[in-house]
């Protein structure tokens, strides 16, 4: 009796080695075009971005791509000028990255960030740090 191989997570601990590599590829070729300027749109060149990632779906056809504006300011604004200027990063992207064919793009906030500023926050209150200072006390 033959098993089915269970599906990859969506997440990057469940994608394959392929899909974590056409990730990066894609995710350097986009940090590199808006660090050397080449979109014109002066929302995004009002900004500094950052790439922290790119998922990629097992078929390679979509692409999503997190974003998130030095300092965390506008992303919503960063995020709809990106979208409009969708089909021209596509169509770098297939040039700069060799795929059979050009993957979707959609663009979404990094979360990442605003998550561990809420867990900072949460270690530096009192009642944690009591309980850490406590668990500090019975190592020695």
Do not use: C, W
């Not at 899909?19 to 749109?41: K, N, P, S, Y």
């Not at 596509?90 to 700069?96: F, K, M, V």
Request: no cysteine; hydrophobic share 35%; proline share 6%.
């Amino acid at each position: 009796m033959r098993h089915k191989k269970p599906k990859p997570e969506s997440g990057p601990a469940g994608a394959s080695q392929r899909q974590l590599r056409v990730g990066e590829l894609i995710r350097h070729a986009v940090a590199e075009m808006l660090t050397r300027g080449d979109i014109h749109d002066p929302v995004i060149e009002g900004h500094m971005i950052t790439i922290p990632e790119v998922r990629m779906t097992a078929d390679l056809k979509l692409a999503t791509i997190y974003v998130m504006p030095l300092g965390g300011k506008d992303v919503s604004e960063v995020i709809d000028a990106l979208n409009n200027n969708k089909r021209y990063l596509r169509g770098e992207i297939a040039h700069r990255v060799n795929l059979k064919f050009a993957p979707e793009i959609r663009f979404r906030a990094d979360e990442r960030f605003d998550e561990a500023e809420r867990i900072e926050k949460l270690l530096r209150t009192p009642q944690v740090r009591r309980d850490i200072e406590k668990d500090g006390d019975a190592d020695e």
